[in-house]
């Protein structure tokens, strides 16, 4: 099955500063690669996504990239703000006839003021 | 508004006795899941459902029963808790094609 490996499992930034959080998938057969917000007391919102036909793709001060040969995929925040504090988690799936939505461990964000 | 609905959000219950854990989604989707929310292991899947009576298990489902007999509605069943079980549970749903939008979460305690 798929394995997805995230890091860093904590990162510290200063407000202002840019932040990535990477992510390795194992299953070259995955397609989908979305990436979820956590903050505190609440349940994981999706924030951007990307699949397989695009290398990147940015919302505003969020982008991800993909690099299929490589099989690693990464969420760049740039100027970052204090809500961007929170944990982030990766995730990967090949769909098809079955769900294995797979989700890396997830990455504690810390904007720093 | 949109969204995925849990109920409990918090429950505590002795070893054994049986519980549900009800999920309802507005959105019409097809897909729905429960995952599981541990320490250092991130979140795992139990079990998910591709559409009514269509259900398949996920990385952890032992101890674990779903069911799918309405679109909107899939409870998570836990036929004897155990200590083990203890966890932040997160049901989720999606259409073919999008990612997942989770509930807001329910915290179990088995003692």
């Known amino acids: 099955g798929e394995n997805v490996e995230q890091h860093p499992s904590t990162l510290s930034v200063q407000e202002g500063d840019s932040a990535v959080i990477k992510c390795t998938y194992s299953?070259?057969?995955?397609?989908?690669f979305p990436w979820y917000k956590q903050e505190l007391g609440k349940g994981p919102q999706l924030i951007i996504d990307i699949r397989s036909n695009v290398g990147e793709k940015k919302d505003q001060r969020i982008a991800v990239t993909l690099n299929k040969t490589a099989k690693h995929f990464s969420l760049h925040i740039t100027e970052t703000q204090p809500e961007d504090s929170a944990v982030y988690f990766c995730?990967?799936?090949?769909?098809?006839?079955?769900?294995?939505?797979?989700f890396g461990k997830g990455t504690h964000l810390i904007i720093q003021p | 508004e949109a969204q995925v609905t849990q109920n409990p959000r918090y429950l505590i219950t002795v070893t054994g006795k049986k519980l549900t854990v009800t999920c309802s989604q507005n959105?019409?989707?097809?897909?729905m899941s429960w995952y599981r929310q541990d320490p250092g292991l991130g979140l795992r899947q139990i079990y998910y459902s591709m559409n009514v009576e269509v259900t398949d298990k996920g990385d952890v489902p032992e101890g674990y029963k779903v069911s799918r007999k309405e679109k909107r509605n899939f409870p998570l069943i836990l036929e004897s808790p155990s200590p083990n079980q203890t966890s932040l549970y997160f049901c989720a749903s999606r259409r073919q094609g999008a990612g997942y939008t989770f509930g807001s979460g329910t915290r179990l305690t088995v003692v």
């Open positions: 299953d070259s057969a995955s397609n989908y």
């Open positions: 959105m019409n989707h097809e897909y």
């Open positions: 995730a990967a799936t090949s769909g098809g006839g079955a769900d294995g939505l797979t």
